[in-house]
């Protein structure tokens, strides 16, 4: 049974760092183009990063220059470091995959992890 599962959230002052992990089991980790996503309440769910197979970096604006994603395939692991911390960063953060035509891989998101970034 393939499954991901997200880690790494918390509370932290604005400034602060975090890293979050996610780690899928069960599939072939290193033919998919991994992602983050983060969903404030009362808000949609937004694209924060992507790393492809190849490991480019694409990013939403709002976070350039401040979070960086990595991938070890080592490990089935995805990475999304987030520095500079800023209060409207608060939101539960998601992982997926996708393949090489873009189509997520996982139609049930996993639980996510809370990001609290307050003082």
């Known amino acids: 049974q393939v499954q991901l599962v997200e880690s790494g959230g918390g509370l932290v002052q604005p400034g602060g760092s975090l890293r979050l992990s996610c780690v899928i089991s069960?599939?072939?980790?290193?033919?998919?183009?991994m992602l983050w996503y983060r969903q404030a309440p009362g808000k949609q769910r937004d694209l924060v990063a992507r790393?492809?197979?190849?490991?480019?970096?694409d990013y939403a604006d709002s976070v350039k220059g401040r979070f960086t994603i990595s991938r070890d395939n080592t490990k089935n692991t995805a990475y999304l470091q987030m520095n500079s911390l800023k209060p409207e960063d608060t939101a539960v953060y998601y992982c997926?995959?996708?393949?090489?035509?873009?189509?997520?891989?996982?139609?049930?998101w996993g639980q996510g992890t809370q990001v609290t970034v307050s003082s």
């Open positions: 997926n995959a996708a393949t090489v035509y873009g189509t997520l891989v996982f139609a049930s």
């Open positions: 069960g599939s072939i980790f290193s033919d998919y183009a």
């Open positions: 790393i492809d197979r190849l490991g480019t970096t």
